[in-house]
Each structure stands twice: as C-alpha cells, then as structure tokens.
C-alpha cells in the first residue's frame, strides 16, 4: 500500500520517542508534529533530520484502514495496545 497524499495520521496518531526539529522530547500521541504542514505533508520528508521511526514506518491497510480516519483511529488503537 501506498501513503495516501495530504493523510498525516501517522505524524498525529501516534508518539514518537526520538528529538523531532521543533519537538526536542518528541510528541505524545494524538499531538500533531510540528512538521507536519496544513496540507498534512512532512516538512522534513526526505531529510535527515527526519526521526529514523517516521523513515522506516510503512503505509499498511493493518494500520491506515481505507480513509484517513481510519488510519487515526487504528493508529491510535495500536498505540494504546502497545504502550508500556
């Protein structure tokens, strides 16, 4: 599967533990990252700033469903069943 363009569930959804640019300590889930513009586009896609767990996350049906709402709730199910 493909990102669906403009989605920016996963930049929302979830935490992410690593510095981002604008966010030293990360965000928390259900924050959305700075970098993520109104468009809902990485700002720092491609660039090596970018944290490694945004790089390597993969676009699958398992956790982006068939819309961008489903990918934030699903991504936000996954959250919840695998924080510590």
């Not at 700002?43 to 996350?57: H, M, Q, T, Y």
Request: glycine residues 10%; hydrophobic residues 35%.
């Amino acid at each position: 599967m493909k990102c669906r363009e403009g989605c920016g569930a996963c930049c929302i959804a979830p935490s992410i533990s690593s510095p981002i640019p604008g966010m030293p300590n990360g965000k928390p889930a259900g924050e959305r990252c700075v970098q993520l513009s109104v468009d809902n586009l990485c700002g720092i896609f491609g660039k090596p700033e970018r944290p490694a767990v945004c790089s390597a996350f993969e676009a699958d049906i398992e956790v982006c469903g068939s819309s961008r709402d489903e990918a934030i709730k699903l991504l936000g199910w996954w959250e919840k069943m695998t924080a510590a």
